[in-house]
T-cell receptor
Framework: GAVVSQHPSRVICKSGTSVKIECRSL??????MFWYRQFPKQSLMLMATSNEGSKATYEQGVEKDKFLINHASLTLSTLTVTSAHPEDSSFYIC???????????FGSGTRLTVV | QKEVEQNSGPLSVPEGAIASLNCTYSDRGSQSFFWYRQYSGKSPELIMSIYSNGDKEDGRFTAQLNKASQYVSLLIRDSQPSDSATYLC????????????FGTGTRLKVLA
């Protein structure tokens, strides 16, 4: 089945630094990947749609200069949280639509803590 | 604004009982519906997809769709303590993209 790998699973960083999260489709090509953020006891909120070879499409209210998305290949999308602050602490999850297009496959998520 | 609504719960059922989870959505044009299970601290995993009105069964899970009522449900038969999790209803955006709109999830507790 479709597998999406996400790294790192946990990261703690200092306020003001940048953090890069990688999302890879292991056994299929993903022209589109999605980045979600989830705060405790809340649902998934779509941040942006990552399109291979083009600029990401950000949802309303998401700062594109703060959350940099790069989708340089058909199997890799990265999310960089720039100048992270404690309020950026959250669970970030990527997803992709597999070849069957029958639902998303999610990565394992990244727990970001900014101190 | 397109919405997907779920009762946040918790829904508590005894082991072996049927758990019934419900979801309503606002976009009448939606055609694709999904149920995901999310354990605490983990990412969601797909349980079922449903595209046509009626029931779709997969093992102990049955998804039910009623497009006229804009209603999706998930039944879990013979509930087990390991089924205790948050269940997320997702609706694919009808605009033709693969964006999904998620409900807030229903927390299920299966009591041993």
């Amino acid at each position: 089945g479709a597998v999406v790998s996400q790294h790192p699973s946990r990261v703690i960083c200092k306020s003001g630094t940048s953090v890069k999260i990688e999302c890879r489709s292991l056994d299929f090509q993903a022209t589109t990947m999605f980045w979600y953020r989830q705060f405790p006891k809340q649902s998934l909120m779509l941040m942006a749609t990552s399109n291979e070879g083009s600029k990401a499409t950000y949802e309303q209210g998401v700062e594109k200069d703060k959350f940099l998305i790069n989708h340089a290949s058909l199997t890799l999308s990265t999310l960089t949280v720039t100048s992270a602050h404690p309020e950026d602490s959250s669970f970030y999850i990527c997803s992709a639509t597999g070849p069957s297009r029958d639902g998303y496959t999610f990565g394992s998520g990244t727990r970001l803590t900014v101190v | 604004q397109k919405e997907v609504e779920q009762n946040s719960g918790p829904l508590s059922v005894p082991e072996g009982a049927i758990a019934s989870l419900n979801c309503t959505y606002s976009d009448r044009g939606s055609q694709s519906f999904f149920w995901y299970r999310q354990y605490s601290g983990k990412s969601p995993e797909l349980i079922m997809s449903i595209y046509s009105n009626g029931d779709k069964e997969d093992g102990r899970f049955t998804a039910q769709l009623n497009k006229a009522s804009q209603y999706v449900s998930l039944l879990i038969r013979d509930s087990q303590p390991s089924d205790s999790a948050t269940y997320l209803c997702a609706v694919r955006d009808a605009s033709g993209t693969y964006k999904y709109i998620f409900g807030t999830g229903t927390r299920l507790k299966v009591l041993a």
